[in-house]
């Protein structure tokens, strides 16, 4: 098996093949991506599509001289194959060898860390304004797909790249699919454009003053090297238009697109997980019921999202069921904050979700169009927690010291299933500040929680004692609480536990009260300790005895980290912390 592959150590040896000997390379190729993807999963959709186009690209330029700049950078793994790190997708124990996404420590082939949207345009021409500055003559080729266009910086991209005098290469990548269905007018020119073979006059990219080249068989290699040495060394901006089918080679991939895009592990014959998720019922899972609901309910009430309805995961039926009481805006948080803001003045009730890595963007329209104006917008973060998505490009481990410190910007941490449904409950229905909740990240734990949130900053006291308190948190509340049964087993006295439930802001009153019987005080968060919660309560005590010890992460870009050796690393576990107090 991988007889051709094995014999590729970088884009020269592409070149000696013939075009038979390329399409027994690309069967090759995807064997590969089963290997990997059936046992660790990963991106599937977007790199079976993309097997031919990435392979008649390095069979015609000449990377790295020439560069390339993936959008998402999730659709590389094949470029990855062709460019010396074939061990990461043929031989199991070389798989974390290999990131998800582009890399420059990996390969010189690499010019970026790439996890996020709609950046490769604007990236790509930053290497063509420095290559026309030192008046060298590479070819500079950006890729995107998978509804990256519909993003701003894509857009403003287009904008400037019709302005460049000399070679600037766009691959638009058309698999008529963002990760769900595409949603926006340029998807509409995109079909137009599709249906005339490249003809309609009506053409965004001609708008925007680019030439254009439209290819529909992007999924056949010999058409690919045809259209590509066409563009090859030309001397001003220029739109591939290519049209590939997400998923190609797996029957499962190319009737589901949606469910497809990305993938645990599974099995091959039957497209089955072979990771058990167990029978509890999901925080997304209560999310979904909540919305659908309250829907029901609640003609006033809508949810919004930035092409991810997979955040939580909405399915396909359950959006065609919400109708009008759904809107995806594409890859826009900006735009989505601001719509949501929008109708939130203008009496509707919108719920917006998303990842926290991907509401990153959005800092600007969250602090001027949403919270100087104070609409009531609920904002639901999925993977803010530590144990979440690990690689580097899409952390939540930075939301709270980011969104924790604008103000008029309630955010909630929930510590269980009730305080979860019942802060989206209050939230939804309140008219007084925008709210953003945390989905906990832990397993789903059940007990008693309040209804009503309105005293905004007022901390819970779940457990009275002395001498030490531990305010645990949002889904780091379990660990608190562990942490309690161990000090009072180890040191013989019942410490205070504390659920904060507000990561925006302190309880003062009952900061004060603790000082009447304790001498230290411990905060244990989700986030980074610098700029996060632990240092307000660390702040508030500064001219104060009382000592205060915060336990969060470092102010550091992990990368595909094991979650529980890092909590050893930072001296985190419970038996650490008791070993501290000791």
């Known amino acids: 098996m991988y007889e051709l592959l094995k014999k590729i150590d970088g884009p ?11 399409k027994l390379l690309a069967n090759e190729m995807r ?5 990997r993807l059936t046992k660790i999963g990963g991106h599937f959709g977007p790199n079976f599509g993309m097997v031919e186009a990435t392979i008649a690209m390095h069979y015609v330029f000449n990377s790295p001289k020439d560069k390339f700049v ?18 990461g997708y043929i031989d199991d124990e070389h798989f974390f060898e290999d990131s998800g996404y582009t890399n420059p420590d990996e390969s010189e082939h690499d010019f970026f860390n790439v996890g996020h949207t709609s950046t490769s345009i604007a990236l790509a021409l930053g290497l063509a304004k420095a290559r026309d500055l030192k008046h060298d003559n590479e070819n500079v080729i950006a890729i995107i797909g998978d509804g990256s266009l519909s993003g701003g910086e894509a857009m403003e991209a287009l904008n400037v790249a019709g302005e460049i005098d000399s070679n600037f290469i766009i691959v638009v990548n058309d698999n008529e699919m963002a990760i769900a269905e595409t949603h926006g007018g340029i998807y509409e020119n995109l079909k137009e454009l599709r249906i005339s073979n490249g003809k309609s006059s009506n053409n965004i990219f001609k708008a925007y003053g680019l030439d254009y080249i439209y290819e529909e068989d992007g999924n056949d290699i010999s058409k690919m090297i045809e259209v590509f040495k066409k563009v090859k060394d030309c001397k001003h901006p220029i739109v591939v238009h290519i049209h590939t089918q997400k998923g190609k080679g797996y029957e499962l991939a190319e009737r589901n697109k949606e469910n497809w895009h990305w993938t645990m592990p599974f099995d091959r014959e039957t497209g089955k997980p072979t990771f058990d998720f167990g029978d509890v019922k999901s925080y997304t899972e209560m999310t979904v019921d909540f919305i659908m609901d309250k829907a029901k309910k609640d003609k006033d009430f809508f949810v919004i999202t930035p092409a991810m309805p997979g955040a939580i ?15 995806d805006v594409g890859i826009a948080e900006e735009a989505a904050v601001a719509i949501a803001s929008g109708a939130a003045k203008n009496g509707a009730k919108p719920l917006l979700f998303t990842n926290m890595t991907f509401i990153q963007r959005s800092y600007d329209q969250i602090s001027q169009d949403l919270c100087i104006n104070n609409n009531p917008v ?33 955010v909630l941490a929930p510590t269980s299933a009730e305080e979860y449904v019942n802060m989206l409950e209050w939230s939804t229905n309140q008219r007084q500040h925008p709210v953003m909740i945390l989905i906990p990240g832990n397993e789903v734990s059940h007990r008693s929680a309040d209804v009503d949130f309105s005293d905004i900053n007022k901390f819970k006291m779940e457990q009275k004692g002395e001498k030490t308190a531990i305010i645990a948190l949002g889904d780091f509340y379990q660990r608190g609480e562990e942490l309690a049964k161990e000090i009072n087993a180890k040191f013989g006295y019942t410490p205070t536990l504390i659920n904060p439930r507000f990561a925006s802001g302190l309880d003062e009153a009952m900061l004060e009260e603790l000082k009447k019987n304790h001498s230290l005080v411990i905060t244990i968060e989700d986030g980074i300790v610098e700029g996060g919660f632990g240092q307000k309560i660390a702040s508030y005590y500064g001219t104060s005895d009382m000592k205060v010890k915060n336990y969060g992460l470092k102010k550091e870009f992990y990368d595909r980290y094991n979650p529980e050796e890092l909590l050893k690393e930072l001296e985190m576990t419970t038996s650490q912390i008791i070993d501290s107090l000791r």
Do not use: W
């Open 313 to 327: 995961g909405l399915s396909r039926e359950q959006r065609l069921e919400l109708k009008d009481q759904y809107l």
């Open 31 to 35: 064997e590969a991506l089963f290997n």
């Open 70 to 87: 993936f959008d998402v950078s999730h659709q590389s793994y094949p470029h990855k194959m062709l460019t010396g790190r074939r061990n």
């Open 12 to 22: 020269c040896d592409v070149k000696k093949l013939s075009q038979d000997e390329l």
């Open 378 to 410: 609920t904002m639901v973060m999925n993977f803010s927690s530590f144990d979440g998505l690990t690689d580097v490009t899409h952390l939540g481990i930075f939301g709270l010291s980011v969104f924790t410190n604008i103000p008029n910007l309630v």
